[in-house]
């Protein structure tokens, strides 16, 4: 299968503090890979980095997507090609529309591809029928984006965008993190409705229970910076009724 | 002893030269006003001018140059409506327009009876416009130099009950090396209501001193909204004095995107039971402009609401500076009162200041304040180009969602499109 992600030794400061130490990673179209880990571990900070947030600078190593080198390209140009994130802690923005800013994301993609802008009704037809997948009501969308939303409005608001822009590698930073059982099956229905062979997913987590939901191919335990364990879903089974300790410190 | 620097600037000689030369073509008891008001300005205490109002303004510009301006336009004015206007007309076709320009007021179209022109009679019994018993201190300087040049008013004049439906649209034609002093009186009667558009077009090397004083009697509401365009090489400034009774409502938007001075000084004053004020103010100056807002709200009596919402957007090398005050007198009881200045500084070299003030002498009070500065927020930016969209358009969706917060409270949808394209003409991120 296409390799859409290849991490190659990768370490990251932000400011005097190196976080991720060596980090290895390979994703290919079709797969979901799990990471999980302790608080402070470098998964949050994985995510960021490969989306290109300008406070988390690579010291060394490589991220390939697809065929490109990602220190070339802007944070703007790696989400027209198909990068999306998830964000653990979603940003509120009074005063701009969810639909406003649905609109002109789908828009920079299509212009960024090449392609005409979505006419107005036929992004509005796309984005009921979305909207409706991750239960957010209309009038929602004409709110400031995620303005007033609950925790888990704005998690459903996040797979709302990524339904909207149907990335070819998504990233969902503790998406599950507040989410009731009813809205992480919500959620889960969402993420399950985008994969196919052709795209791929990368679910940072604390829990197992998401991955009842969305099984992975594999599952990483990050600890220090690095990955020290690959496994499938029976290994996040095992570090939910056994911890973190016997792997940290076998 | 009273600091007399300022008035050393002041060239009283020019003004007497100025007055007796005008008096020839004004009735005599204007000429009386103007002698008052210059002796007035003899005696002013110029140590105020160092005040936080004034401060950070280029007064000395205005002063300096009061009499190096023009005080009669000889341009006509017919070009300047046919050119600058027509394009703006979709929007308010069934407004009734009055314009401004070169010290005096005109329409050309019929007027309704409770709108009249001082120089169309110069009546004595509008004397009381140039009173000066109600001007507060930090205000008199260009209340006293308004006295002084002032030919023309425009008066409003409401009846009982008289709920006016078109929109009163005031417009300030542009001027060119010109002094003028606009003078606007606005009394509302019981249970009357009016909504106005007072816009100024961009003039150039010129001081404009505008004022407006509005009296709104028990129940009468007022929709005020004020559009100062950018101002070129000119000395602005705007003071409005607003007296309100009982059960009276105003509501003023504002829209300032600066000049070499622009000065918006507003005084608001509660003087009826459950009278309610309020303030919103997008002030926005470029390149080199400055745009600074001043307002005091005084709650003189029991059950009075004000809001005060002034937001700034500093771009280029501008400076913009706030200061407000909302004073509660002693003796009056259940007051709300609510003010935000919340500001961005969209470069390096953009400055502002700002100074909220809550004087409250009464506990039975319920009153906030609070006053941010900052730039964009970057885990905003982060999270727009995380959805493909890039740099510019992501600060210029930002800056609108800023602005966008205050402009969509505008309840008239015509009147916010108009806000809107105003600040999409004039201001580019």
Not at chain 2, 27 to 55: C, N, Q, Y
Request: net charge neutral; glycine share 6%; aromatic share 8%.
């Amino acid at each position: 299968m296409a390799k859409i992600l290849s991490i190659k030794n990768l370490h990251v400061d932000v400011g005097n503090t190196t976080i991720l130490n060596g980090l290895n990673l390979d994703i290919s179209a079709g797969e979901t890979h799990a990471i999980m880990g302790t608080n402070g571990s470098g998964k949050s900070t994985l995510a960021k980095t490969i989306a290109g947030h300008p406070d988390y600078k690579i010291r060394s190593g490589k991220i390939k997507y697809m065929d490109h080198d990602l220190s070339d390209l802007s944070i703007e140009e790696r989400s027209n090609l198909g990068l999306f994130l998830g964000f653990q802690y979603p940003i509120e923005i009074p005063g701009l529309s969810n639909t406003a800013f649905l609109k002109a994301s789908i828009n920079a993609k299509r212009k960024y591809q090449g392609q005409e802008e979505l006419s107005a009704s036929d992004f509005l037809i796309n984005l009921k029928e979305k909207s409706e997948m991750v239960e957010i009501e209309q009038r929602f969308l004409s709110r400031g984006v995620n303005e007033g939303f609950s925790g888990g409005e704005k998690k459903r608001n996040e797979i709302l965008q990524m339904l909207m822009l149907d990335p070819t590698l998504s990233i969902l930073d503790e998406t599950d993190s507040g989410l009731d059982i009813d809205s992480m099956k919500v959620v889960a229905s969402g993420v399950n409705a985008i994969r196919t062979m052709e795209t791929a997913l990368l679910i940072i987590t604390h829990y197992e229970r998401l991955l009842n939901y969305i099984t992975p191919d594999y599952v990483h335990v990050l600890h220090n910076g690095c990955i020290i364990k690959t496994g499938d879903i029976n290994l996040a089974k095992e570090l939910e009724e056994r911890g973190y300790e016997w792997l940290i410190n076998p | 002893m009273v600091d007399k620097s300022i008035n050393h600037s002041l060239k009283f000689d020019d003004f007497n030269k100025f007055i007796s030369e005008e008096s020839h073509s004004l009735p005599g008891w204007i000429t009386k006003e103007r002698v008052h008001a210059l002796k007035t300005l003899d005696s002013f205490e110029s140590s105020l001018m160092k005040s936080s109002t004034w401060k950070n303004t280029k007064l000395d510009f205005m002063i300096n140059n009061f009499f190096e301006k023009e005080f009669k336009e000889k341009r006509s004015s017919k070009n300047l409506i046919k050119n600058k206007l027509l394009d703006k007309t979709e929007y308010f076709t069934d407004s009734i327009r009055i314009y401004f320009y070169g010290g005096v007021f005109f329409s050309d179209e019929e007027l309704p009876n409770y709108i009249s022109f001082l120089r169309q009679e110069y009546s004595e019994k509008h004397k009381s416009i140039f009173s000066l018993s109600n001007r507060s201190n930090r205000q008199a300087l260009p209340c006293l130099l308004n006295n002084i040049i002032s030919k023309d008013a425009l008066i409003i004049k409401t009846k009982k009950n008289q709920n006016i439906e078109n929109l009163i649209h005031i417009i300030h034609l542009p001027h060119h090396n010109l002094n003028v002093a606009p003078r606007i009186n606005i009394k509302l009667a019981e249970n009357s209501s009016i909504k106005i558009l007072e816009e100024q077009y961009q003039s150039n090397k010129s001081i404009i001193n505008n004022l407006i004083d509005i009296k709104c009697d028990t129940n009468a509401s007022l929709e005020l909204y004020k559009i100062n365009h950018a101002q070129q090489d000119s000395f602005h400034i705007d003071n409005s004095y607003i007296d309100q009774n009982q059960n009276s409502k105003v509501k003023i938007f504002n829209l300032d995107l600066g000049g070499n001075s622009a000065n918006s000084l507003i005084n608001i004053k509660l003087n009826g039971e459950n009278s309610e004020g309020a303030c919103s103010t997008l002030f926005m100056p470029t390149e080199n402009r400055s745009s600074h807002q001043n307002i005091v709200i005084d709650h003189l009596s029991d059950k009075t609401s004000s809001s005060v919402n002034f937001r700034g957007v500093i771009n280029d090398d501008a400076l913009g500076s706030f200061y407000g005050k909302v004073r509660v007198a002693k003796e009056r009881k259940q007051t709300l009162a609510f003010m935000q200045n919340k500001n961005l500084l969209l470069t390096d070299n953009a400055k502002i200041s700002t100074i909220p003030i809550l004087e409250i002498y009464n506990d039975d009070t319920e009153c906030s304040h609070s006053a941010t500065s900052g730039s964009l927020d970057k885990e905003k930016l982060f999270y727009l180009k995380t959805r493909g969209i890039n740099e510019d358009d992501a600060k210029d969706f930002l800056i609108k969602s800023f602005i966008d917060e205050l402009a969509s409270q505008i309840k008239s949808r015509r009147l916010r499109d108009y806000v809107n394209e105003i600040i999409a003409g004039n201001y580019k991120v």
